[in-house]
């Protein structure tokens, strides 16, 4: 049972992958691609790590993943800031 909702939380992480990239295409504008990579992408990555954590069943490689998992959400919070940032002022000149 445990194994089924694991499965189902990555299966879950995927899809919102992909919907981060539809969104990422279909967007009209910079910042509104920005907000559905960076949130559809740190929401699926974070059921990816629960599912696969929940899998391996190990404390050690849980922290190790949470730890991953945190410093993507740091690094694509500082990377979507200074995107946005740079075509601001781009858009200025």
């Known amino acids: ?5 694991a499965l189902l939380l990555i ?5 919102f992958f992909f919907l981060g990239a539809i969104g990422l295409l ?3 504008d910079l910042h509104s691609r920005l907000h559905a990579l960076t949130k559809a992408d740190n929401l699926g990555l974070g ?6 954590a ?5 404390l050690l490689v849980a922290l190790k993943l949470l730890l991953i998992w945190l410093l993507v959400l740091l690094g694509s ?17």
């Open 47 to 52: 059921l990816l790590i629960v599912g696969v």
């Open 54 to 58: 929940l899998l391996h069943g190990s």
């Open 11 to 15: 299966f879950s992480g995927i899809t």
């Open 26 to 28: 279909r967007l009209p």
């Open 1 to 5: 049972m445990l194994d089924l909702f």
């Open 77 to 93: 919070a500082t990377s979507a800031h200074l995107i946005s940032q740079y075509a601001l002022r781009r858009n200025r000149s």
